[in-house]
C-alpha cells in the first residue's frame, strides 16, 4: 500500500485533526529496520498549517521483503493475527502498555497488511544485549500481569485467529526436526559433547509442553514473543510499551514470563531474581481482581521455560547470525543463555511429573 499525503488526507483525518484548509502536503520516510518479517518505518509529517496538537510522526509496519520469510509469515497467519488484534483494542480501548494504532488493514488476498502506530521514539528501546535493572524488568513483569488480566476477559479475543490449529505442535515439531542440524551447530560450542543428544531430549517434551499450555484454565492471550527489543521502555516514570503482536496466541500467561527471563536476563540474574519477578507479575494479577497465585504462577514456570526453550530452539536453528556485527552479538547471547537453561532443565525434568 502506498502510503502519500493524499491517504493520509482521506483515511486519518479524525485522527490528525484534517480540515479543508489543514492538511498533510508532504512526508518523509525514514527507514528503521527490518524485523524478522516485517519492515517498519517513521513517517514524519508535514502539514499546511503548523499545529502543535498534531501528530507529527508515525511508525508504519509492513510485509518484509524477503520472499521465503513473507511466505512463512501469510502460512503462519501473523500479519492477519497482528492486525486484528490492534483492530480490536481500537473497539475495546487501547491500555498504556500497548501501543496505539491509527489505522489497521489486512487483504486476505494478496497477504498484504499495513499498520500505522504511534511513534514511541521519544522512549528508550530495549535490545537483545544489555539486560536492564530490575526495576524496569518489574515494570515489565507488571505490564504483563495487566494485559494478561484485561485479555482473559475479553471475549473479543478468543477468536480462532489466536487458538493454535490443530496439529499445530506436529507441524512445529517437523520444523524443529528439519532444522535439528543447524541448532547443533550453533549450540554446540555452547553445550560440548553430546550437544545433539541433549537438543533432542530437550524437543522430546515439546508437544506435550504445548499441549498443556493450551489446556490450562487459566489461559490467556500472550504475546507470544516476550524479550526486551519488543519493549519500549519509558523515562520519567512512563510506563512500558510492548511492541510486536504477531505472534499473540491463547496459552498460559507464564510463558511470556518465562520467555522474558530466559531471552532477555543473563543467568545468575535470572536465577537470583525468578521467585521475586514472578511475585511482581502475581501480585499485579491479584491487585487487579484475578484469582491466579503465586503458587499457581511458580508451579507453571519451569514448563514454559521447557516450552520457550524448545521455542528458542527453533529459533536458533532458523536464524543467521552472520549478517552483522549486531546479529552475531544477539546469537551469542541467545545460545549462552538457552544453553545454561538446558542445564537446568535436564537436572530439574526428574522433578516435574508433567515431563514423564
Known amino acids: 500500500m502506498l502510503l502519500t499525503p493524499e491517504w493520509f488526507n482521506r483515511e486519518l483525518t479524525s485522527i490528525l485533526g484534517l480540515t479543508d484548509t489543514h492538511k498533510v502536503v508532504n512526508l518523509r520516510r525514514v527507514p528503521l529496520g527490518d524485523g524478522y518479517a516485517a519492515s517498519t518505518h517513521r513517517i514524519e509529517l508535514k502539514y499546511s ?44 480501548g487501547f491500555d498504556a502498555h500497548i501501543p496505539r494504532c491509527y489505522y489497521a488493514d489486512f487483504d486476505s488476498e494478496s497477504g498484504d497488511f499495513v499498520l ?30 495487566r494485559l494478561h488480566h484485561r485479555f482473559f476477559s475479553l471475549a473479543e479475543l478468543r477468536d480462532g485467529i489466536f487458538l493454535a490449529k490443530p496439529g499445530n505442535g506436529k507441524f512445529i515439531r517437523r520444523q524443529m526436526q528439519q532444522l535439528l542440524d543447524a ?36 489461559s ?3 504475546h507470544g514473543d516476550a524479550h526486551q527489543a519488543n519493549v519500549m521502555f519509558g523515562k520519567n516514570g512512563e510506563k512500558p510499551v510492548i511492541l510486536d503482536w504477531q505472534l499473540a496466541r491463547f496459552g498460559i500467561g507464564m510463558e511470556d514470563i518465562a520467555r522474558f527471563l530466559l531471552l532477555s536476563t543473563e543467568p545468575e540474574f535470572r536465577r537470583a531474581h525468578t521467585d521475586e519477578l514472578i511475585a511482581v507479575y502475581a501480585d499485579e494479577l491479584s491487585a487487579i481482581g484475578s484469582d491466579l497465585t503465586f503458587t499457581e504462577c511458580q508451579a507453571d514456570y519451569l514448563p514454559m521455560l521447557a516450552l520457550q526453550g524448545c ?7 532458523a536464524a543467521d547470525f552472520t549478517q552483522s556485527e549486531e546479529q552475531q552479538r544477539t546469537g551469542e ?21 508433567i515431563w514423564t
Open 49 to 92: 498549517e503548523n499545529n502543535k496538537y498534531n501528530v507529527q510522526s508515525i511508525v508504519v509496519k509492513s510485509p518484509i521483503t524477503d520472499s521465503s520469510i513473507l511466505k512463512t509469515a501469510q502460512i503462519n497467519g501473523i500479519y492477519e493475527r497482528e492486525v486484528e488484534f490492534y483492530r480490536i483494542m481500537s473497539r475495546t
Open 333 to 353: 547471547k541467545l545460545c549462552t543463555r538457552l544453553a545454561t537453561v538446558i542445564d537446568e532443565l535436564e537436572t530439574e525434568a526428574a522433578k516435574l511429573s
Open 311 to 317: 521455542m528458542s530452539l527453533l529459533a536458533v536453528g
Open 116 to 145: 500505522v502506530l504511534e511513534d514511541l521514539s521519544s522512549r528508550i528501546p530495549g535490545n537483545h544485549h544489555t539486560s536492564r535493572p530490575l526495576h524496569e524488568i518489574k515494570d515489565v513483569f507488571r505490564a504483563y500481569g
Open 220 to 222: 490467556t492471550l500472550t
Open 183 to 218: 541448532m547443533v551447530v550453533k549450540l554446540e560450542p555452547y553445550m560440548g559433547e553430546g550437544t545433539r543428544h541433549r537438543i533432542l531430549g530437550q524437543l522430546n517434551y515439546f508437544e506435550k509442553l504445548y499441549e498443556y499450555s493450551k489446556q490450562a484454565q487459566h
